[in-house]
T-cell receptor, first 114, second 116 residues
Framework: EAGVVQSPRYKIIEKKQPVAFWCNPISGHNTLYWYLQNLGQGPELLIRYENEEAVDDSQLPKDRFSAERLKGVDSTLKIQPAELGDSAVYLC????????????FGPGTRLTVL | AQSVTQLGSHVSVSEGALVLLRCNYSSSVPPYLFWYVQYPNQGLLLLLKYTTGATLVKGINGFEAEFKKSETSFHLTKPSAHMSDAAEYFCAVSNGSGGSNYKLTFGKGTLLTVNP
């Protein structure tokens, strides 16, 4: 069974440019998460989807970040415009969404903003 | 609110020695507890988790952890370290009684190095 797929794996951009990350969750997983992982830190939740609905986006900086999950499968996370402080790893995870279910993580996208 | 403290950002052991990674949590409700491992340039992989039932939980690669409510701890152990265990380990907690129970709160991680 394929795991969580993310692309690109690495992205280098100049500040003020837009950037987008794509995630394909494990088939059948209705819950999808985007996490931000800064260097030397644990992941922090940005947004959680149940099917197409964003049910927890309280930690998403909405002035520059946006996300969508069309048709309840793939998801895209966008930053516009990017700032130097956005350099980090962006992780996508998915789960069946039941209490205590395991979250399965993708390999992440490492963003460098110059 | 939930929080996780991992004591020791870096632990170094010799191959064959006991591995002990410490995790203490804070939660106002019954917690679900997780240990994840992260190898360089990879995502997180679940080692083990505690939800309900037996407090000693066995995971993959010979790791185990014990939930101690009185000590609010969930330390990770392995009797004999292998070189392949070198990685970053994250402890995480979620709310086990409902509400925002899907949200994982992670610790800052412990980097384990294994010396030959």
């Amino acid at each position: 069974e394929a795991g969580v797929v993310q692309s690109p794996r690495y992205k280098i951009i100049e500040k003020k440019q837009p950037v987008a990350f794509w995630c394909n969750p494990i088939s059948g997983h209705n819950t999808l998460y985007w996490y931000l992982q800064n260097l030397g830190q644990g992941p922090e939740l940005l947004i959680r989807y149940e099917n197409e609905e964003a049910v927890d986006d309280s930690q998403l900086p909405k002035d520059r970040f946006s996300a969508e999950r069309l048709k309840g499968v793939d998801s895209t996370l966008k930053i516009q415009p990017a700032e130097l402080g956005d350099s980090a790893v962006y992780l996508c995870a998915s789960s069946l969404g039941r209490i205590g279910d395991t979250q399965y993580f993708g390999p992440g996208t490492r963003l460098t903003v110059l | 609110a939930q929080s996780v403290t991992q004591l020791g950002s870096h632990v170094s052991v010799s191959e064959g020695a006991l591995v002990l990674l410490r995790c203490n949590y804070s939660s106002s409700v019954p917690p679900y507890l997780f240990w994840y491992v992260q190898y360089p340039n990879q995502g997180l992989l679940l080692l083990l988790k505690y939800t309900t039932g037996a407090t000693l939980v066995k995971g993959i690669n010979g790791f185990e952890a014990e939930f101690k409510k009185s000590e609010t701890s969930f330390h990770l152990t392995k009797p004999s370290a292998h070189m392949s265990d070198a990685a970053e380990y994250f402890c995480a907690v979620s709310n086990g009684s409902g509400g925002s129970n899907y949200k994982l709160t992670f610790g800052k991680g412990t980097l384990l190095t294994v010396n030959p």
